[in-house]
């Protein structure tokens, strides 16, 4: 498939309608077609056959293009250098948070080799760049918050994020309410002694109370430890 056919395909499966409405919730958001995510993800596998080229043919002009870009490198086959190579390279031109989490979310791989993409990823949430923070985030609060010992060194990567930008201070506490969702007693013990800045402390208890998961008696707890303005 060359550019001129995929754009075809895009501008056929384009939602006027839909664009101005999600456009809406993507600050900066790049001119958007319209193309909903799950078709997107569908032509995404199609590219992925051939990531190299399919990487090298996308321009990122659109919402779209800049969404299959990232879609590509979380499908693709390939070894962990590999992989590890297309996201990379990637990170640079991720710049809003629906590419961040839809690319982050679909990189299930990542679960299953934590030795290896553990490190890399809190490397990652330790930059200074918003989207590159963010990615590593959420990659470990979507493939690593499950198991109990992965689950404490998120915590502990949360705390160390520097990157003031919102979409990372976002991203620091949705990591922690996953966390603190699945192991109250740790998040109520971890949430009490955090050196979080106090609108992130926050937006973190807020969080895990939306979880449902909880007690009511849990939620009352996590309720207690927010931190006056």
Known sequence: MNHEQLMARLNELAEPEYAAFSSALIPGCRPMLGVRIPALRRLAKELARTPEESLAMLTGATFEEGMLRGLVCACAKGDAAARKARL?????????????DSTAATCKFM????EVWLPWLRELARSEAEFTARFGLVC?????TA???????????CGEVSCPAP??????AWAVSAAAAK??????????QDTLDDATHNKAVQKTCESLRLTP?????FR???RKP
């Open 183 to 192: 192991e109250p007693a740790l998040g109520l013990v971890w949430l009490r």
């Open 217 to 221: 008696a849990q939620k009352a707890a």
């Open 88 to 100: 990379t390279a990637l990170l640079p031109h991720i710049d809003n948070w629906s590419i961040c």
């Open 224 to 226: 207690a430890l927010k």
């Open 111 to 114: 679960a299953k080799e934590p």
């Open 167 to 172: 979409y990372a201070r976002l991203a620091v």
């Open 147 to 157: 198991d109990p010992e992965h689950r404490r060194m998120v915590l502990s990567v």
């Open 140 to 144: 470990l609060l979507d493939h690593f």
